[in-house]
């Protein structure tokens, strides 16, 4: 038995959960254009020099990674505790692999990143009320 009432802060979370189904959307159709673009290498020039980035594989993990988040976000609106959890450990690692392509898409990155923080305060601070009774 659990002795968290649903509140409206409970909408947060659903929130959430929407939000991670359309990111996760998002970020698969991205990585779908990466692999079918016929684009093989971005290169990314710095102080630190110039790097390249293999945008097949990058497209791969943001497929991927983009499927496993809006899955996720499907269970997250079904209340199930073990979504929120690993719905924060995946928008982690969305935001933080953002990051790496800051210089190549920058405007992108900060939509996501912004989304993905707005994902784990929703379900760090409010999740807990779409808990399965």
Known sequence: ????????WAGWAVFAGILMIIAGALAA???LNAVLSPVEKWAVSS???TFL???EIWGW???ILGIVILVVGIFVLRGAAWARVIAVILVALNAISQLAFFSVQPWWALIVIALDVIIIYALTVHGRELQEG
Do not use: C, I, K, P
Not at 1 to 8: D, K, P, V
């Open 1 to 8: 038995m659990s002795n968290t009432q649903r509140t409206g």
């Open 29 to 31: 159709l991205n990585g």
């Open 47 to 49: 102080e630190a020099g």
């Open 53 to 55: 980035f293999d945008v």
């Open 61 to 63: 993990w943001h497929l």
